[in-house]
């Protein structure tokens, strides 16, 4: 009796993990995906993250099987002129190796002061625009994932400063 009872605890509790990990390799609207490139781009020690102290992350589906995350370096300030400006600011973050990266989530509602606080500790919001001095430099490389849907521990990095070229990944 006590065996049929640990059996099936044990059942129990493996369906469950199992369904976990099923549930982790979903996209959730790319926080897992960004999380796995985030960690594989600060553990790799990338060139990049050297150049820059804050970097922007994209998430783009590009088809039914594969997700691209770029990581590029971006120190351009944002203006935060009031309260209402918050709105205006990616909406997540994460710290790594004393690097900030950040992206819009758009199933996550939470413009907070942790996030203001958190753009002020790494000096990326400017009160006046005035000051403001935004520039795009055309040469700048990014880090670009490509993830499978299905499998998001199944990518492909390459480090370039152009988004046309999707290397061949099997997913299925």
Known sequence: ?????ILS???IVLTM??????HETKTNNGSNVIDVAISDFCRNNSRLLKNDNSFHVLYKDLDKNLIRITIIGNNNKFIVENKDSLNDL???FKECKEKL???EDKKVNNKNDSIYKKFVKFDLIETNKDNLNDFTDDKKKAAIYFFCKDNI???????SNTFNNIPELKCN
């Open 1 to 5: 009796m006590i065996n049929n009872k």
């Open 17 to 22: 993990i199992s369904c976990g990990l099923k």
């Open 9 to 11: 605890t044990l059942i």
């Open 153 to 159: 521990y199944k990518y492909k990095k390459i480090t």
């Open 90 to 92: 990616p909406n997540r």
């Open 101 to 103: 990266f950040y992206w």
